[in-house]
């Protein structure tokens, strides 16, 4: 949901009030969690990117799969870890690491990993990479761009950049 701080205050007790304006009714969410303990999360709203731009984009890894003669899902991986911003590097204990890997790589297609050597020993530092289903608007933006560049260079048509800029924003 997206909202506004508006207020913040500090109680006798040290602990705050946070008043937050909210676009769009949350009386359920009021009636279901009131004076109980919640979570809370606020982080920056971003628009939600457009099923279309995800076609678009898988609609030329298709192209690029078949002019390179490769597999669409790895050409599909290969954009996402080439993108920065859709990753977390975390270090884990090496008896860990295939269990983590096992149960990321299980969300989806597009949720991959790596890993690298960790200075501390008996760890490994494992690179989790988000699938694009959970990417924002400037995320699919940024993968979009990558796919098209790849694309143009092997001489496939694109969409005009107005085409895209548009496609990127619906």
């Known amino acids: 949901m997206k909202g506004k701080l508006k207020d913040l205050t500090r109680n006798f007790d040290g602990s705050y009030n946070l008043t937050v304006t909210v676009n769009g009714d949350c009386r359920d969410v009021w009636d279901k969690y ?7 999360e606020i982080k920056q709203y971003r628009e939600k990117r457009s099923l ?11 192209k690029i799969a078949a002019k390179m003669h490769l ?4 050409v599909y ?3 996402i870890k080439a993108i920065g ?13 295939d269990a983590l890997r096992d149960g990321w790589q299980g969300r989806g297609i597009g949720w991959i990993t790596d890993t690298m050597p960790s ?20 995320q699919m933006s940024i993968l979009i ?13 694109t969409m005009t950049p107005a085409e895209l800029e548009a496609l990127k924003i619906a």
């Open 34 to 40: 009131r004076e109980k303990d919640v979570a809370v």
């Open 52 to 62: 279309d731009a995800n076609g678009y984009c898988w609609t030329l890894i298709d």
């Open 85 to 97: 911003g859709v990753s977390t590097i975390v270090c884990v204990q090496n008896v860990a690491v």
């Open 77 to 79: 991986r290969e954009a």
């Open 119 to 138: 200075k501390i020993e008996g760890c490994t530092n494992v690179i989790l990479y988000y699938g694009s289903s959970t990417y924002d608007t400037r």
């Open 145 to 157: 761009d990558h796919v098209v560049q790849d694309a143009k260079a092997l001489g496939i048509e």
């Open 71 to 74: 597999d669409k899902v790895e």
